[in-house]
């Protein structure tokens, strides 16, 4: 009788532990990514790099977020921009991703990495007489 009490008692607790214990675990799989940012070569663009998903996975399609704003603040529009895919190491040549305009300062572009492990990003943009280069490292899984 004893241990079939306890059972009940105790079940609810565990549950509630077991429930909590998968919210954190789950939580921190998001928290681990966190956007990715780059000081450009020049001050003349500031770029920030997303992705979607977040967590790219080798050979999935994956779209690249990349926001701009000019050394005024403001967001650079009908800029030429690029998304380079390189492994570093690698004797392979780099995947190109157009970027296009989504919304002023925004630009995307859907890529694929071919295989997990360390890659590179490195964004490039140009608008009348502004250049920018920044380099993002990630892991692919």
Known sequence: MFPLRFIRRCAPAALALFAALLLIVGCARQA????????????????????SPAAPR???????IVHTVGSDKRPVVNAQMTADLTMPGMQMPPSRVSLTPAAPGIYTGQGRFSMPGQWAVTVSGADEGRRTQAVFPITVR
Do not use: C, K, Y
């Open 32 to 51: 681990t990514v966190p956007a990715r940012t780059a000081a450009p070569v020049s001050d003349d663009m500031r770029v920030l790099l997303t992705f």
């Open 58 to 64: 080798a050979l999935d399609a994956t779209t690249f």
